[in-house]
């Protein structure tokens, strides 16, 4: 499946415009838990975007504060949810929310996701690889945060509710389905 997102109203990107979108497979494994991919592809050279060099991978706090990539899973007619930060470095996220924005706890995750960028030049991607409940049809949302080096920040998603700032948690954002 891909999907196309779009920047916050009061939040967009610097000129020339370019279009950003996630490509989805959600494959069954044998058992309890599928492999989730996605990519994250952005249509602007990667060298316009404020990237933290790549490194080896570690669980980071606060990666929305630059170029990040981020999942929402939730279970329909569920409250609690799950966010997944994927950081072009590498480097990543992954919370358990109660309800919206309350009760925040990080995710007990048993395997890290695997992150990977690729630069094409004029275009680049970031992909992650997460492991899900099989058995669950997830409500998605997706969504990006990125910052350029003339100090431009857009927020994009799926989906945005209505208001004067990007909320990336807004049940309104949950869009997409994942069988």
């Given at each position: ?15 020339p ?13 044998l058992?309890p838990v ?17 990237i933290?060099?790549l490194?080896?991978p ?5 990666l ?5 990539f981020?999942?929402?899973?939730r279970?329909?007619?569920e ?15 992954s919370?358990d929310f ?6 925040m706890?990080?995710?007990d ?8 960028m ?6 680049w ?19 990006a ?5 003339d ?9 945005h509710?209505?208001g004067e ?7 309104d ?7």
């Amino acid at each position: 499946m891909q999907f196309k997102l779009v920047p916050h109203p009061a939040t967009p990107p610097a000129k020339p415009a370019f279009d950003l979108w996630v490509s989805v497979d959600h494959a069954a494994s044998l058992g309890p838990v599928a492999t989730t991919n996605m990519w994250f592809g952005v249509g602007a050279p990667a060298e316009r975007f404020v990237i933290p060099e790549l490194s080896e991978p570690w669980r980071a706090e606060e990666l929305w504060r630059t170029t990040c990539f981020e999942a929402f899973f939730r279970a329909p007619g569920e409250d609690r949810y799950r966010e997944w930060n994927f950081g072009p470095s590498g480097n990543w996220a992954s919370y358990d929310f109660a309800r919206y924005r309350e009760g925040m706890t990080q995710a007990d995750v048993e395997s890290p996701p695997y992150i990977r960028m690729e630069d094409n030049f004029t275009w680049w991607t970031v992909g992650a690889t997460i492991a899900v409940d099989a058995e669950t049809q997830w409500q998605l949302g997706l969504s990006a945060v990125l910052e350029e080096r003339d100090g431009t920040k857009s927020y994009w998603a799926l989906a945005h509710p209505a208001g004067e700032k990007p909320d990336f948690h807004a049940p309104d954002c949950f869009v997409a389905r994942l069988a």
